[in-house]
């Protein structure tokens, strides 16, 4: 247990459905991040938030929405997503941007149909 | 973009012998180089880092060392077991420090 808690574990939605990722970390940590895990690339940073503010989109198209109301909580709204979306979702916090260990959450395993 | 590159893509050893892998990064200004491992069907976790004010870091059967000006790193296993077969990525810090960007990833299998 990294102490990144996501839900859902899984999920399947259609391509008209709106849906929503949640990431909650109780670590203190500062900073958060999206990455998208497919068995075609290596893991892709989508998102990184420090001190709830956004500091990077990694050119991710708008159907992903990132939302980030505090420090410990991290949410990932989806819309009118197509089937290659279809992947791991990881969450992952730190105590500060890029020089400390990201923990990761088990991720969300999302089937786009 | 910041341009990450791992080698081997795959490795195959026999437990007790030792693996290696190389990552090779663009960004000149990284100054934190750690690798994660990830099991099959769970997240990633980190095994060991190194900043860049070393050349070399040990715990117990693993090694990271560094070289700064080819800007690469590698990750070092000896006494390889079954229970390290994975996946191993590195992830050096890029983007004037805000992210962790992660190579292409490694799959270790250690067979008996």
């Known amino acids: 247990e990294t102490g990144v808690t996501q839900t859902p574990r899984h999920l399947v939605m259609g391509m008209t459905n709106k849906k929503s990722l949640k990431c909650e970390q109780h670590?203190?940590?500062?900073?958060m991040y999206w990455y998208k895990q497919s068995a075609k690339k290596p893991l892709e940073l989508m998102f990184v938030y420090n001190f709830k503010e956004q500091t990077e989109n990694n050119s991710v198209p708008s159907r992903f929405s990132p939302e980030c109301p505090n420090s410990s909580h991290l949410f990932l709204h989806l819309h009118t997503l197509q089937p290659e979306d279809s992947a791991l979702y990881l969450c992952?916090?730190?105590?500060?941007?890029?020089?400390?260990?990201?923990?990761f959450g088990q991720g969300t395993r999302l089937t786009v149909v | 973009g910041e341009n990450v590159e791992q080698h081997p893509s795959t490795l195959s050893v026999q437990e007790g012998d030792s693996a290696v892998i190389k990552c090779t990064y663009s960004d000149s200004a990284s100054n934190y180089f750690p690798w994660y491992k990830q099991e099959l069907g769970k997240r990633p976790q980190l095994i060991i880092d190194?900043?860049?004010?070393?050349g070399e870091k040990k715990d117990q059967r693993i090694a990271v060392t560094l070289n700064k000006t080819a800007k690469h790193f590698s990750l070092h296993i000896t006494e390889t077991q079954p229970e390290d077969s994975a996946v191993y990525f590195c992830?050096?810090?890029?983007?004037?420090?805000?992210?962790?960007?992660f190579g292409t990833g490694t799959q270790l299998k250690v067979e008996l």
């Open positions: 190194i900043r860049s004010n070393v």
């Open positions: 992830a050096p810090i890029t983007g004037g420090g805000n992210k962790l960007t």
């Open positions: 670590l203190g940590h500062n900073a």
């Open positions: 992952a916090s730190s105590l500060d941007r890029g020089t400390h260990e990201a923990f």
